[in-house]
């Protein structure tokens, strides 16, 4: 899969930018998938174009399914194990350390998991760990780029912006778990 690397705040993300976007069914619900020009840039699990919107200030959001069928479908085929097949570029527009985050969490095989203190230590920032976890956090590109396969070190909280159980059936779907 082609990684493009986008540097861009929150606020700066999404100006001059028109995204196609449309939902589609996925094994753990469904999927909102946006592609820009470039590739997808955007990917959520069982939300509106509201939360689109939050994450893209200043985009032209224009709904349009059939454009983003065809990735959409790409996705729920690869998933869980072969995503790294992806023909369609993933476009990621963060900040450069947020870019570092990302790209790390790529390196993470389904089946796998990770730590936030982990990915800290491997992207050369160890005592970054809260910013690690913030970064994660802010994943732009959900499944794709696999946020939900870093845990806390102790794995007794299970945190995740698209919520706890989505989390967990994404992990069980990977036999993470």
């Given at each position: 899969?082609?990684?493009?690397?986008?540097?861009?705040?929150?606020?700066?993300?999404?100006?001059?930018?028109?995204?196609?976007?449309?939902?589609?069914?996925?094994?753990?619900?469904?999927?909102?998938?946006?592609?820009?020009?470039?590739?997808?840039?955007?990917?959520?699990?069982?939300?509106?174009?509201?939360?689109l919107a939050k994450d893209w200030p200043g985009a032209e959001l224009v709904e349009n399914a059939k454009s983003t069928r065809k990735i959409a479908a790409e996705i729920a085929k690869l998933w869980p194990d072969r995503l790294e097949q992806l023909s369609t570029p993933l476009v990621l527009?963060?900040?450069?350390?947020?870019?570092?985050?990302?790209?790390?969490?790529?390196?993470?095989?389904?089946?796998?998991?990770?730590?936030?203190?982990?990915?800290?230590?491997?992207?050369?920032?160890?005592?970054?760990?809260?910013?690690?976890?913030?970064?994660?956090?802010?994943?732009?590109?959900?499944?794709?780029?696999?946020?939900?396969?870093?845990?806390?070190?102790?794995?007794?909280?299970?945190?995740?912006?698209?919520?706890?159980?989505?989390?967990?059936?994404?992990?069980?779907?990977?036999?993470?778990?």
């Amino acid at each position: 899969m082609k990684v493009i690397a986008r540097p861009a705040s929150k606020q700066k993300r999404g100006r001059g930018l028109t995204l196609s976007w449309g939902i589609h069914e996925f094994p753990v619900g469904d999927i909102l998938v946006a592609l820009s020009d470039d590739g997808l840039c955007w990917l959520g699990i069982n939300c509106d174009e509201n939360r689109l919107a939050k994450d893209w200030p200043g985009a032209e959001l224009v709904e349009n399914a059939k454009s983003t069928r065809k990735i959409a479908a790409e996705i729920a085929k690869l998933w869980p194990d072969r995503l790294e097949q992806l023909s369609t570029p993933l476009v990621l527009y963060g900040t450069p350390f947020q870019l570092k985050v990302w790209k790390e969490l790529l390196k993470i095989k389904a089946g796998k998991l990770s730590t936030y203190e982990a990915v800290a230590r491997k992207i050369g920032a160890p005592k970054a760990v809260r910013a690690v976890g913030s970064a994660v956090g802010r994943n732009t590109v959900s499944i794709v780029v696999p946020c939900h396969r870093v845990v806390n070190k102790d794995s007794g909280r299970i945190n995740y912006g698209w919520g706890p159980a989505i989390k967990l059936a994404l992990l069980k779907g990977e036999k993470a778990l």
